[in-house]
């Protein structure tokens, strides 16, 4: 159950949604339907964006404090990409320091947890959740130039 979610407007080809600044991420908040579980601080886009292909979420942690459980995947690894703050990171039994631009990817299998350190600033960060192996090739290798003339003029406000 998600509270305070965006709206998305959408075309024959694109969903777009404004979640609005990272210092205010605290608005949004998570509940589990399946343990009383409440996060302050969490939006995922699947459903505002009816994303196909991955999950994402945007996250945010009060200075001073930590995630209270240790989690895993099944099928999915995931891609941190910390925009804000500084904290420290945990997978398995390895600990390390994370702070803006810093980005790690996890396993599955890993155990990861995470604390943000600082006594004054959120630690916000961003998700990227995809099946693992579901991906072989490079990014060049998806990706095709169109034929066609770039123009701003003329087109759909939306």
């Known amino acids: 159950m998600l509270q305070d979610a965006p709206i998305a407007r959408t075309g024959s080809n694109f969903a ?39 999950e994402i979420s945007f996250n945010n942690l009060p200075p001073a404090s930590s995630l209270l459980f240790y989690h895993k995947h099944r099928l999915n690894e ?7 703050g500084n904290g420290q990171f945990q997978v398995d ?13 996890v396993d599955p299998a890993g ?27 490079h990014t060049i290798q998806d990706g095709f130039g ?3 003339r770039v123009s701003w003029v003329g087109k759909h406000q939306i």
């Not at 608005?27 to 009816?50: H, M, S, V, W, Y």
């Open 111 to 137: 155990e990861r947890c995470m604390r943000n350190t600082s006594d004054a600033e959120d630690l916000c960060w961003i998700v990227i959740q995809s099946r693992a192996g579901s991906y072989p090739d």
């Open 93 to 105: 039994d390895c600990v390390f320091p994370v702070s803006e631009g810093t980005v790690v990817r």
């Open 16 to 54: 777009v949604a404004d979640i609005g600044p990272f210092a205010e991420l605290r608005r949004f908040t998570f509940e589990t339907p399946e343990a009383p579980l409440k996060l302050e601080g969490k939006l995922f886009l699947k459903q505002i964006l009816n994303l196909t292909g991955s």
């Open 78 to 84: 995931e891609i941190y990409i910390f925009v804000r």
């Open 146 to 148: 169109v034929q066609k």
